[in-house]
T-cell receptor, first 111, second 113 residues
Framework: GAGVSQSPSNKVTEKGKDVELRCDPI?????LYWYRQSLGQGLEFLIY????????KSGLPSDRFSAERTGGSVSTLTIQRTQQEDSAVYLC?????????FGPGTRLTVT | DQQVKQNSPSLSVQEGRISILNCDYT??????FLWYKKYPAEGPTFLIS?????DKNEDGRFTVFLNKSAKHLSLHIVPSQPGDSAVYFC????????????FGTGTRLKVLA
């Protein structure tokens, strides 16, 4: 069956540019999460969606980061005016019950 | 402030022997713990979990032990197989139904054939 997919798999961007990262969760999964893993760090929680609403955005590092989810399905994480410290692997996960299913991630490199 | 710590970034074990991966946490409110396994270029996959009402949970070759007083958990893999070579993440949450897992930094396990 189809798992969580993310696109692009790799993104290289110049400092100051905006980027959009996409997540397609498993069909029927109501909860969706964004995490990121910076070099040498654990998975850092960014935001949680239940349906289309985001009850917890507390992990977003700054107001340059935003995310939306439409139709209870696809989610987009947008980073405006990217900085070098935004370089990381951005992971999306979805769940119906308690266990999360992760996508392969998007590796973002800001030069 | 790292609430979940995996102090060994890497571990090498001979095939057939036991692998022991360790995890420490600081938040006494954590009562649900998980281990995820991650292969390169793939997302983490759920491996095994344990609730704080237990001190051991076993699933095939994988056993997780929880020592609440020491705020320590460990994952035992026996016997270790080359296919177990991956990065293992420990995670914790305050209740089993919560969405917010706090992850450790991971331990890279290499099982030598």
């Amino acid at each position: 069956g189809a798992g969580v997919s993310q696109s692009p798999s790799n993104k290289v961007t110049e400092k100051g540019k905006d980027v959009e990262l996409r997540c397609d969760p498993i069909s029927g999964h109501t909860a969706l999460y964004w995490y990121r893993q910076s070099l040498g760090q654990g998975l850092e929680f960014l935001i949680y969606f239940q349906g289309n609403s985001a009850p917890d955005k507390s992990g977003l590092p700054s107001d340059r980061f935003s995310a939306e989810r439409t139709g209870g399905s696809v989610s987009t994480l947008t980073i405006q005016r990217t900085q070098q410290e935004d370089s990381a692997v951005y992971l999306c996960a979805s769940s119906l019950t308690q266990h999360k299913y992760f996508g392969p991630g998007t590796r973002l490199t800001v030069t | 402030d790292q609430q979940v710590k995996q102090n060994s970034p890497s571990l090498s074990v001979q095939e057939g022997r036991i692998s022991i991966l360790n995890c420490d946490y600081t938040n006494s409110m954590f009562d649900y713990f998980l281990w995820y396994k991650k292969y390169p270029a793939e997302g983490p996959t759920f491996l095994i979990s344990i609730s704080s009402i237990k001190d051991k949970n076993e699933d095939g070759r994988f056993t997780v032990f929880l020592n609440k007083s020491a705020k320590h958990l460990s994952l035992h893999i026996v016997p270790s197989q080359p296919g177990d070579s991956a990065v293992y993440f420990c995670a914790a949450s305050e209740t089993s139904g919560t969405y917010k897992y706090i992850f450790g930094t991971g331990t890279r396990l290499k099982v030598l054939a």
